[in-house]
């Protein structure tokens, strides 16, 4: 694996590759990488000849500054997984490296009503963090194809709406399975955070969203919900959220007609860390 940490020289070696005629697929991370991660690398090891990841812990997206000082770094794992996942090549620049000039404070991407709602209301900021960084990696990757996960289902819709607003369009988003824990729990960073009692706690917001999903053809959403939450609070999660959302606009969903693909979203905090999951219904 060939390691970039400039992006000049970066994107020297893509031009090059490029002009051979090698279709780029591109897995952005913030590192402590998981097997959800490697699941990415695989589906873009599939479809292009060189697949290109980044490590980044962008400072912009955390609204949380504790969040970000607490954010599990294990670059020598990382580094490992990469190489043996078959991953070509990694680019790890450093915020200075990302943002030469500072933080622009006058940026400001139109994400509609899609940064006022579920993740966007309770992390107020972090989806114009999150464009903000994106941009700046497709602007110098440029790859043909993107991978990202469907655990952060609502940040994929945001990225797709980024990419038609910079014009990105060329690129191709591919949105890839949630890979859990054989208990269900959906692998994230963050989950390094939790103690042990936590830990097994945790699986209770996948518990949560496969109640919905079970019960929806029998229940009215409110109460659904309603019980949902009860199952997060009787195991000492702090729910910020659960939702049922229309599966393509997240538009949240008070009556059902049984033809609109649906999705639950769900994040609470379990001790200081907060986790989100979701779950297609139907
Ligand atoms: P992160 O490092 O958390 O920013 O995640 C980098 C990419 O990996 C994002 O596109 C995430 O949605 C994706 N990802 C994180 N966790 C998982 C998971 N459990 N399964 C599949 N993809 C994931």
């Known amino acids: 694996m060939i390691l970039f940490r400039k992006k000049t020289d970066f994107q020297t070696y893509l031009t090059t590759q490029k002009q051979r005629g090698k279709k780029i697929g591109f897995v952005p991370t913030m590192g402590a990488l998981h097997q959800g991660h490697v699941s990415l690398i695989e ?75 579920l993740e966007g209301k309770y992390r107020p900021g972090h989806f114009q963090g999150v464009c903000m960084v994106v941009h700046r990696l497709l602007d110098i990757v440029k790859p043909d194809n993107l991978y990202l996960g469907q655990k952060d289902y609502q940040q994929c819709m945001v990225i797709r709406r980024l990419i038609e607003l910079t014009g990105h369009t060329e690129i191709k988003l591919n949105i890839c399975p949630t890979f859990r824990e054989p208990d269900g729990l959906a692998m994230s960073s963050r989950n390094l955070r939790l103690n042990e009692e936590e830990r097994k706690t945790a699986p209770a917001i996948y518990r949560a969203l496969l109640h919905i999903k079970e019960n929806l053809p029998k229940g009215d959403l409110l109460s659904l919900k309603e019980s949902a939450v009860k199952k997060l609070i009787d195991n000492r999660l702090k729910p910020d959220y659960i939702e049922i959302a229309d599966a393509d606009t997240l538009k949240p969903i008070s009556k059902w007609n049984a033809g609109q693909k649906l999705v639950a979203l769900a994040a609470a905090y379990l001790g200081e860390v907060r986790l989100i999951d979701n779950l297609v219904l139907n």
């Open 43 to 117: 589906s873009s090891r599939k479809d292009n000849s060189i697949t290109v990841s980044s490590i980044f812990v962008n400072p912009t997206q955390f609204n949380d500054p504790n969040d970000f000082k607490k954010y599990p770094v294990t670059i020598e794992n990382d580094i490992n997984k990469l190489e043996a996942a078959g991953c070509e090549v990694l680019f790890m620049p450093s915020v200075e490296e990302i943002y030469p000039d500072g933080v622009p404070s006058d940026l400001k991407y139109d994400l509609g009503y899609l940064e006022t709602i």
